[in-house]
């Protein structure tokens, strides 16, 4: 089992940047592939990055793909979602997930979730 703690979110101008952390409980952080979701009140929980366990692959949605990374430190237990060149379309509550099977955007392949931190992007 793990735990997670999202942080890092806030307020910023269109095309500034964000970088999200998320920082796991446990010895077995390494062996987990991790993803970021986020969630508008308009829409379903939307996939956004996930990375293996040991960070060799990454999947990204379209929507984000040249603009955010990915990026964990499996030392520090955390992982890691780099936000560049934000547009206000990105504002969202942002989630990291756990799970022990496939880099994967489906949210119910994910069995740890964090509580969210909040993105908010002016225009």
């Known amino acids: 089992q793990v735990q997670l703690v999202e942080s890092g979110g806030g307020l910023v101008q269109a095309g500034g940047s964000l970088r999200l952390s998320c920082a796991g409980s446990g010895r077995t952080f390494s062996t987990y592939v991790m993803g970021w979701f986020r969630q508008t009140p308009r829409l379903e929980r939307e996939f956004v990055a996930a990375?293996?366990?040991?960070?060799?692959?990454?999947l990204y949605a379209d929507s984000v793909k040249g603009r955010f990374i990915i990026s964990r430190d499996n030392a520090k237990n955390t992982v890691y979602l780099q936000m560049n060149s934000l547009k206000p379309e990105d504002t969202a509550v942002y989630y990291c997930?756990?799970?022990?099977?496939?880099?994967?955007?489906?949210?119910?392949?994910?069995?740890?979730w964090g509580q969210g931190t909040q993105v908010t992007v002016s225009s």
């Open positions: 990375i293996s366990w040991n960070g060799g692959g990454t």
């Open positions: 997930a756990a799970n022990l099977e496939v880099v994967t955007r489906i949210p119910y392949e994910y069995d740890y």
